[in-house]
């Protein structure tokens, strides 16, 4: 299960990429303890989505995934076609699946100053 979360918040980060066209083309997930009072349910978004509505201490932080340099380019494609992906084409989805062929990498957090 972990690893299916896994990879729709990186398929989600592909969202705020297109959103963000000055950020760097690489995947980002935070992985995170939080109490189910500090979320709330956003299926109106998609299945299993949630929001986190607390803020969450560093000591809460489990890991960070970050795309490694290779996984760039087919990662700012993907941000390219991901909403096109979401509404059905199937030649971008294909793209966005050449991204998430890319595994994302491990990062503890004591880590984190090494990989800003």
Do not use: C, N
């Amino acid at each position: 299960m972990e690893y299916a979360v896994l990879l729709a918040a990186a398929r989600a980060s592909l969202r705020l990429l297109d959103a963000d066209p000055v950020a760097p083309r690489r995947r980002v997930v935070f992985a995170a303890d939080v109490d189910d009072a500090g979320i709330r349910v956003r299926d109106d978004l998609d299945r299993g989505v949630v929001e986190v509505t607390a803020s969450i201490p560093l000591a809460k932080i489990q890991a960070v995934h970050v795309d490694d340099a290779d996984a760039e380019r087919a990662v700012a494609a993907a941000a390219d076609v991901i909403v096109e992906s979401d509404l059905g084409s199937e030649d971008a989805a294909f793209i966005v699946d050449g991204a998430d062929g890319h595994e994302l990498l491990w990062y503890a957090t004591q880590e984190l100053p090494d990989l800003l």
